[in-house]
């Protein structure tokens, strides 16, 4: 946008007259006083910078006058009814600029869509019905989702000199997470099509397999949602709190041969992620759509080069449902340490907690697991003393143990998957709930 020489003159006038204001500031600093020194520069160039922006937005510094006449959005004639003030929030702070305001002339009863007025400036700089710049609103946007919007709001207004409650951060918030939201849906559906795509056409030649193996690792947590904003059941709906809804998370990452040694195979390393390799993925499991993202994340982490493909989860069918949906072939592992916690929940039902002949039955059936002879444990819990099954379950928890070790039983063999140098655990996964989902909205006052 040019600008004409009246306009310049006005800005650099303003310019000029903060400059001196801020020579008088720190001529009576002492010598060295560097901070409050910092502290009248920050002081100043926001200063100069509203200046800035009111001497460019200010309509009555333009070379052309508004004309009398024109036609508005609506579609009806307008009329020019005088310049009216109007103060933005932006990254420098409160500027208020002036600019023409126009009514419709004739508007028919009937039509109630029209406003029956409007300032084409507010169109035209992009802040129609709203007092807050796109700059400021993304970097709100940006601290709500790594704090609190009482720590957002807090941590804007420390640089910036504005006023913001917990409430606004909220509002300007929103339209960005609802912008992002159909973004990933859009993506969703464009990954979809482009699989069905290519899975119809007639394959081409492979490409070079130039990494050696891709791990992808799964898992679930819940997150506290508000009230209201998500169809809530009529138990949900008879409790005051929050309500909660799983978020699936997933991690891909290139292996590389890591220090440690395999205790099966000489000459075996166990891997390890490979650096600046790790991308992760998130969704509510209620909006669907996440194998697609995992999918494609999968993708762009090298799934098509990579010569065998490991998945690992905690056991949750839905984990194995979707690895033979999207990663057919793929190696398909139980976390060790989950399966663990497993054989020490059913010696816990049935010997109790903390006894010595409860511990020393889980030990006993961590040891066979790790040896991956499964189906002795399974016969190990079979053999245990029958016990009622725990309020609000149909069966006892070793009948349900029995059904987990033996649907799992292929994705337990971990002295092979050891042999191979295979990484065995979902540590990373569940890391992931932790990094993008729990530390973002599970905290204290976080929804």
Not at 83 to 108: A, D, H, M, N, W
Not at 414 to 438: D, N, W
Request: proline share 5%; with cysteine.
């Amino acid at each position: 946008m040019e600008t004409n020489e009246q306009r310049k003159k006005a800005v650099r006038a303003a310019i000029q007259e903060e400059l001196e204001g801020f020579f008088a500031q720190v001529q009576d600093l002492n010598e060295g006083d560097l901070e409050h020194l910092e502290e009248q520069v920050v002081k100043t160039s926001q200063q100069m910078g509203r200046r800035l922006l009111e001497g460019i937005l200010d309509s009555r510094l333009r070379e052309q006058r508004p004309v009398a006449r024109r036609q508005g959005s609506c579609g009806h004639r307008q009329r020019l009814v005088g310049e009216r003030p109007k103060e933005l929030l932006t990254l420098v702070g409160p500027v208020t600029f002036v600019r023409p305001y126009y009514q419709c002339l004739e508007v028919p009863a009937a039509e109630k869509s029209c406003t029956h007025g409007e300032a084409p400036d507010d169109a035209l700089w992009g802040v129609h019905e709203r007092r807050t710049t796109s700059g400021v609103q993304r970097e709100i946007s940006y601290l709500c989702g790594r704090l609190t919007f009482e720590e957002a709001a807090e941590s804007l207004c420390r640089h910036v000199p504005l006023g913001m409650s917990a409430r606004q951060a909220l509002s300007l918030m929103r339209p960005v997470g609802e912008a992002l939201a159909s973004a990933e849906d859009r993506q969703v559906k464009r990954v979809q099509a482009e699989a069905k795509q290519a899975r119809s056409q007639r394959p081409e030649e492979r490409q070079t397999k130039q990494i050696e193996r891709l791990y992808i690792e799964l898992d679930g947590v819940l997150a506290r949602l508000r009230r209201g904003s998500v169809p809530m059941e009529k138990e949900e709906r008879q409790r005051k709190s929050d309500v909660y809804r799983e978020i699936k998370a997933g991690a891909v990452f290139r292996a590389e041969r890591g220090p440690k040694r395999s205790e099966l195979v000489p000459g075996v390393y166990v891997d390890t992620p490979e650096p600046d390799s790790m991308r992760y993925v998130a969704r509510r499991t209620a909006k669907g759509g996440f194998g697609w993202l995992l999918y494609q994340l999968a993708l762009d982490g090298g799934l098509e080069q990579a010569q065998q493909v490991v998945v690992i989860g905690d056991g949750a069918p839905w984990i194995w449902n979707l690895a033979a949906e999207h990663f057919p072939g793929a190696v398909q592992i139980v976390d060790l340490y989950h399966a663990k916690e497993h054989v020490w929940e059913v010696a816990h039902a049935v010997f109790g907690r903390e006894t010595a002949v409860g511990t020393a039955w889980a030990n006993q059936g961590c040891s066979l697991l790790e040896q991956g002879q499964s189906e002795a444990l399974v016969s190990a819990i079979k053999s245990l003393p029958p016990i009622p099954p725990e309020p609000g379950q149909a069966r006892s928890c070793p009948e349900r143990a029995v059904d987990y070790f033996t649907t799992n039983a292929q994705r337990m063999r971990y002295p092979v998957f050891r042999a191979q140098g295979m990484h065995l655990g979902s540590g990373i996964a569940e890391a992931a709930c932790k990094t993008i989902v729990s530390t973002r909205a599970k905290r204290s006052g976080m929804r």
